[in-house]
Every structure is written in structure tokens, then in C-alpha cells.
């Protein structure tokens, strides 16, 4: 069964970091890219940060450039994002999605989903 599996969200003051991990099963996650999507209460999900299969191109949306940083462990199948000087506008639940096509930051190209892990920030 192939399936992706976030994990690492939870409650953290602003300012603070949070290291996600999602961790793929039943397929090879490199031969994909893997883009972090952030779909805040009420509003769409919005791509947050891409990787290429081989860890030497990565995409940063607006809001997480020079804060987040993605990365990629293939041996392991898994993929991290880790998120510094978060922000109350960070809260929501970020997806983990695989993609066959190439560099991804839009949902309707994604191959695979995962269910997606909470994220809250709030003092």
C-alpha cells in the first residue's frame, strides 16, 4: 500500500521551530519530488516548499523563504521540513505530496497525498 505519513507537528510558541518528517511506504519517494503544501483554516492549500529527486533543486514559497528549510534522506525514504521563526499565520495542517512530473507548488499535480499533520503556533 503506498502511503506518506507526517509527523513532528504540534504546539509551538512564535518564534519557535518544528522539524516535520514524512515518511513514505510502499513506494520508492525518490524517483518523485516532494513539495510541503500549508493549508491554513478556511483557505486552500498553498505549496510551501519543493525538492527534486536528487536533493540539488529546491523551491521556497514567499512566505517560507529564509525561515524553512527542506531536505531529503532517500536511503531512508523520507523527506523533512524544517521550519524556524514560525509565525501565528504558519498555523494549519501541512501535507506531505509526491509528484511523478517534476518541481510541484500547485495541489493539482500531485500524485500522492498524505493526511497531514497539525500544525498550531500561538503563545
Known amino acids: 500500500q503506498l502511503q506518506l505519513v507526517e509527523s513532528g507537528g504540534g504546539l509551538v510558541q512564535p518564534g519557535g521551530s518544528l522539524r516535520l518528517s514524512c515518511a513514505a511506504s510502499g513506494f520508492s519517494l525518490a524517483r518523485y519530488t516532494v513539495t510541503w503544501f500549508h493549508q491554513a483554516p478556511g483557505k486552500e492549500r498553498k505549496g510551501v516548499s519543493c525538492?527534486?529527486?536528487?536533493?540539488?533543486?529546491?523551491y521556497y514559497g514567499d512566505s517560507a523563504n529564509g525561515r524553512f528549510t527542506i531536505s531529503r534522506d532517500n536511503a531512508k525514504n523520507m523527506v523533512y521540513l524544517q521550519m524556524n521563526n514560525l509565525r501565528p499565520e504558519d498555523t494549519g495542517v501541512y501535507f506531505c505530496?509526491?509528484?511523478?512530473?517534476?518541481?510541484?507548488?500547485?495541489?493539482?499535480?500531485?500524485?500522492?497525498w498524505g493526511k497531514g499533520i497539525l500544525v498550531t503556533v500561538s503563545s
Open positions: 525538492i527534486s529527486r536528487s536533493d540539488d533543486i529546491k
Open positions: 505530496a509526491a509528484s511523478w512530473v517534476g518541481m510541484v507548488m500547485t495541489p493539482n499535480l500531485v500524485d500522492y
